[in-house]
């Protein structure tokens, strides 16, 4: 029991001491030739590094060695190496098979151990050829990583998992992709050493506007020229319905509005959209165009009915002409020069009401008033007011207190003729003149009065101008 304890303790001893010295020196081994037959010899590069403070003295050997197998380093004195603190030192070691291995990957182990008690092993890893070639069929493991519902709009990756399962190396082998999807051909050609792993990837952007259905891609897996292996992988290209891309432009041409409306179809289905623009309700009076005008929410807008394929395109256009309304109010505009150019300053408006009248409704007597009125801001001049009165009547010369008194009254076929005159009318001044008539018989009936005139001069020396009151009709 206590030889047990004592071999545990000294076993313990030793692998904390081994721990301890572990990072006093440092091995790297690399393959220079690693793919051999066996007629041939493998050689490594191997580094040693002594990190210890101390000279160490290193022994390199491999226990395989003469076990079906020749380990050496090269040249044979760097079996043991001395290496002073902080050096490097870098050897060869040559493996040569002494059996007739079958071919297939191997290792040989090589030791390096230090007079300080540090020891290390490298396994070198070797692909051990047939001395003469073997024709192998090319044993390929390959699987797809790819999504199978396609958006034709967002960029698509392709992974391919390879996996060589057999000592044949596959150096420049093609891989294919072949469909009816353009963008989705892809060629690479990648190397697969021995039984190795390796994952290719394809980026991949389609065409946005590929046609929806189901589709198949086939990889082809190519080698010096012969087919070796094809996966098909089955897809479906979605279908994408996507609202009309709408764009306007416009230029103006004296008064006149040329809009283009452009929609395009962005989506990869031939579809049917309602295409529309917003407009106001003046516009609506002036537009020419083949769209029809709707309300949506309130709002005016001019709409088409419009199918386009994909990426297809349709320009709509809109010509609004302002120059009618334009012309239009030109012309008013004119005119109301014109007619406020024409249009007297001064208006004389006639009133009349029965003063008296018979029993059975005849008039005998009726008060007339004629109403002056100057509209502009300026005076007019040697104002001289005419009024006719029917010769059925007689006026009456009594006149009401703050009445203008005739200037003259004169008998003619038609009537009497009264005249007032004033000197001056002031701008916006208002004068009223009252006088009465009496039916010389009883007037049954309606009974016209004709119309009064006025005459006036805008300015001292300007030309006469004369303006006209309406008919008054007594009785209706």
């Known amino acids: ?201 394809f980026s991949i952007i389609p065409n946005p506007y590929q046609q929806p259905k189901d589709y198949t891609l086939f990889f082809v897996f190519e080698r010096n020229g012969e087919t070796v292996k094809i996966i098909e992988q089955r897809i479906e290209v979605l279908s994408l319905i996507l609202p009309f891309e709408v764009t306007t432009s416009e230029e103006t ?33 002036l537009i020419q165009s083949d769209g029809k ?18 990426n297809e395109s349709v320009a709509l256009p809109v010509t609004t002409n302002y120059r009618i309304p334009a012309y239009v109010l030109l012309v008013l505009l004119i005119f109301a020069g014109f007619y406020f150019y024409v249009q007297s300053p001064v208006s004389v408006q006639k009133t009349a009401i029965t003063a008296r009248s018979g029993e059975d409704g005849t008039l005998s007597e009726v008060k007339i008033t004629l109403e002056l009125k100057n509209h502009s801001k300026k005076p007019v001049k040697d104002v001289v007011v ?29 009537g009497t003729k009264v005249v007032w005159s004033l000197a001056e009318l002031d701008g916006h001044e208002q004068r009223l003149i009252t006088y009465k008539i009496k039916a010389k018989l009883n007037i049954l009936g309606t009974f016209s009065l004709p119309r009064a005139t006025i005459e006036f001069k805008r300015k001292k020396g300007s030309r006469l101008s004369k303006a006209y009151s309406n008919i008054f009709r007594i009785g209706e």
């Not at 004296?254 to 309700?281: C, D, E, H, M, W």
């Not at 709707?294 to 394929?309: C, D, F, N, P, S």
């Open 253 to 285: 041409v004296y008064l006149k509005s040329f809009k283009t409306v452009v929609a395009r179809n962005s989506g990869n289905v031939r579809n049917t959209q309602i295409v529309k623009t917003p407009i106001s309700l003046w516009q609506m009076l």
């Open 1 to 201: 029991m206590r030889g047990t304890k004592f071999f545990l303790l000294q076993v313990l001893l030793l692998f904390l001491f081994s721990a301890l010295v572990f990072a006093e020196s440092s091995i790297v081994s690399e393959p220079i030739k690693n793919e051999i037959s066996t007629i041939e010899q493998a050689s490594f590069r191997l580094t040693i590094t002594n990190n210890a403070a101390n000279t160490q003295r290193y022994s390199i050997y491999s226990l395989q060695s003469g076990q079906g197998w020749n380990v050496d380093p090269s040249p044979l004195k760097d079996k043991i190496i001395e290496l002073g603190p902080g050096k490097s030192y870098t050897t060869t070691i040559i493996a040569k098979p002494l059996e007739d291995f079958p071919p297939g990957i191997y290792y040989v182990h090589v030791t390096i151990q230090s007079d300080l008690g540090e020891s290390y092993t490298e396994a070198l890893k070797m692909y051990l050829k047939p001395k003469e070639p073997v024709d192998y069929i090319p044993a390929i493991k390959a699987s797809v990583d790819m999504n199978d519902k396609i958006n034709p709009q967002e960029a698509q990756s392709v992974k391919l998992f390879l996996e060589n399962r057999n000592p044949l190396n596959l150096l420049g082998l093609k891989i294919k992709i072949q469909t009816d999807i353009p963008e989705f051909e892809q060629e690479v050609s990648v190397d697969l050493p021995p039984l190795e792993k390796k994952t290719v990837e």
């Open 386 to 414: 005419t009024d006719l009165v029917p010769s059925i009547a007689n006026i009456d010369k009594g006149l009401e207190l703050g009445t203008l008194k005739p200037q003259e009254m004169k008998q003619t076929k038609s």
């Open 293 to 310: 005008t709707m309300i949506e929410e309130g709002k005016r807008y001019l709409a088409w009915e419009v199918t386009l394929g994909p």
